[in-house]
């Protein structure tokens, strides 16, 4: 029925094909399944009808009977989802809410799909999550939040996506792909939403993430913790589109251990903005910056003694400056007058020579002018 141009299913379309297992209606027009609709199927595994008209999952009654493993709701005019929505979906593997127009997710409305593992609502218009939404979700290994606009992600969010391995002291997480890019995130503290190991005697949980993506959003610094996190993690991040401060020098010294991982690219300054990191070269500007001589100390020392001193040393160095100018100025002046001296006494010698040859010089002319 995929591609029909079905408006509405009948109660009696399906009650004799018992041992069917996929089921298609997307690309159609649906917006009614009649309750009970599928009540003979009870072997139905498969479900999908992406890309319809469907706008409200209880009143569509698209779920009444039925126990699917995967679920594809995506391209639709959801805009609300009822805590009932999901009732007894306990078999629920795969779940695809992609493409709708849903703005907040409530609170317990997966309580029931124990057994989710990829949950998929990106593209759509959630700007709040409730901090109980994913509760019960013990078995997610992927998410998907991609595409939204949610501002703030709680690090709570996330804690109910865990199991008690044991109560009083340790809970593991079995989320592996997380997907929050292109949203309007503006921090992220890495370290606190994910610890990567637990002390003893804590209940913090535990994750292994494989891959972490917060690409496209509006990140422009990071905290020493999470650099810290980024650089041992064995996660695949993706960081890029954010638009980081290259001024921040804390961020930069940590990216020359950290460029391997990641894709930053500049808001500032002006003249930097869109460019990424590893194309800039210098990575701190404000470092850059003070370890340019000034005009005075360009004047005052020789490249080839003093190179790349920072201008902004302490008093010590300072003293240190003084006395090795004041070095080079006696140097300066001892040799000056070594030089001096030096040729004071050539030309002394010179002038004695001159009169030597003068005088020898003389007595064979008066011999030659005798001969003639």
């Known amino acids: 029925m995929k591609g029909d141009s079905t408006t509405d299913v009948h109660i009696s379309t399906f009650q004799n094909n018992i041992k069917i297992e996929h089921l298609d209606l997307s690309t159609n027009l649906l917006n009614v399944i009649y309750s009970n609709t599928f009540q003979y199927n009870i072997n139905l595994n498969f479900s999908s009808s992406r890309n319809n008209n469907t706008s409200d999952i209880i009143e569509t009654g698209i779920l009444s009977g039925i126990n699917p493993t995967y679920l594809d709701l995506s391209g639709n005019k959801i805009r609300y ?196 990191w590893d194309v800039i070269g210098d990575l701190c500007t404000d470092r850059i910056r003070s370890m340019e001589p000034t005009a005075r100390n360009k004047l005052n020392m020789s490249s080839d003694v003093m190179p790349n001193i920072t201008t902004d040393t302490g008093p010590a160095l300072v003293s240190t400056l003084i006395v090795v100018n004041g070095i080079l100025v006696a140097c300066t002046i001892v040799g000056g007058c070594f030089t001096v001296v030096h040729l004071l006494k050539e030309l002394r010698k010179g002038s004695e020579v001159q009169e030597h040859n003068e005088v020898s010089v003389a007595p064979w002319c008066t011999c030659l002018q005798a001969k003639a």
């Open 81 to 276: 989802l009822d805590n009932s929505a999901f009732r007894k979906q306990g078999q629920l593997l795969a779940l695809n809410l992609s493409e709708n127009m849903l703005q907040c997710i409530g609170s317990d409305i997966f309580t029931d799909c124990s057994n989710l593992c990829t949950l998929s609502l990106s593209t759509n218009n959630i700007s709040d999550i409730s901090r109980s939404a994913f509760y019960g979700l013990e078995h997610l290994e992927h998410l998907d939040l991609s595409n939204n606009i949610a501002q703030v992600i709680k690090p709570v969010l996330f804690e109910f996506l865990s199991i008690s391995t044991n109560r009083k002291y340790q809970q593991v997480s079995k989320l592996k792909h997380l997907n929050l890019a292109q949203n309007k995130i503006r921090s992220f503290n890495f370290k606190s939403y994910f610890p990567s190991s637990t002390n003893s005697g804590t209940s913090d949980t535990t994750y292994k993430l494989v891959s972490l993506y917060v690409s496209s959003n509006l990140l422009n610094s990071l905290e020493a913790a999470s650099m810290r996190w980024l650089k041992h993690t064995a996660a695949v991040m993706d960081l890029s589109g954010n638009s980081w401060k290259s001024d921040r020098c804390a961020l930069g010294e940590a990216w020359r251990e950290l460029r391997h991982k990641l894709t930053l690219n500049c808001s500032s300054p002006e003249d930097r903005t869109g460019c990424t």
